[in-house]
């Protein structure tokens, strides 16, 4: 079954803007990951956080975790064309590697 | 860094007949892999855990005389889709953990299979 639940499933926006989409899961985790997949392809790693962190950065990405709530966000500033694809959460349980992915974020930038 | 590899990319399969995926590690030995499958705009899910040496552990719901799956060597595991119908056509993608890692930033994707059956 499906660990996390994202929103929004679907995110338009512009290029220049920032776009922020949410995960949220149900059982205690190690770490949360969150990765971005192009149409057909595989999926490429963005960011861990684990589950004693809140905030973490690298480049235009921000992710914040909050395990009171069992959720996270991931921001993209300034978004590009090339953001365009599909992003999701993924939580290790155990740091064995057996991932649970969310739903999904389908992000559509236009020029 | 470390890579995945699957082969093939896409395979076009007739109905009723098997097919074999293959995920191998390129440059680091994967004592675990994991197979998943995905619909078109659905979300990953998570199928099999194939640790080398021993049965796969199959997901509630995976039927296991079906996908075979067979991890005989630290690089390589393989998913053989068994008397593939058309509802077995999907995205199938594999990870690696990497041997003597036990934090999450060592799984490593594969690019993922097509699989068509008609």
């Known amino acids: 079954s499906q660990q996390g639940e994202e929103d929004p499933q679907a995110l338009s926006i512009q290029e220049g803007e920032n776009a922020t989409m949410n995960c949220s899961y149900k059982t205690s985790i190690n770490n949360l990951q969150w990765y971005r997949q192009n149409s057909g392809r595989g999926l490429v790693h963005l960011i861990l956080?684990?589950?004693?962190?809140r905030e973490k950065h690298s480049g235009r990405l921000r992710v914040t975790l909050d395990t009171s709530k069992k959720s996270s966000s991931l921001l993209i500033t300034a978004s590009r064309a090339a953001d365009t694809a599909s992003y999701f959460c993924a939580t290790d349980r155990d740091s064995w590697g057996k991932l649970q992915f969310g739903a999904g974020t389908q992000v559509v930038v236009t020029p | 860094g470390a890579v995945v590899s699957q082969h093939p990319s896409w395979v076009i399969c007739k109905s009723g007949t098997s097919v074999k995926i293959e995920c191998r590690s390129l440059?680091?030995?994967?004592?675990?892999m994991f197979w998943y499958r995905q619909f078109p705009k659905q979300s990953l899910m998570l199928m099999a855990t194939s640790n080398e040496g021993s049965k796969a552990t199959y997901e509630q719901g995976v039927e296991k005389d079906k996908f075979l799956i067979n991890h005989a060597s630290l690089t390589l595991s393989t998913l053989t889709v068994t008397s593939a119908h058309p509802e077995d056509s999907s995205f199938y993608i594999c990870s690696a953990r990497a041997r003597g890692q036990s934090s999450g930033n060592t799984i490593y994707f594969g690019e993922g299979s097509w699989l068509t059956v008609v």
């Open positions: 440059d680091f030995q994967a004592t675990t």
């Open positions: 956080i684990r589950s004693n962190e």
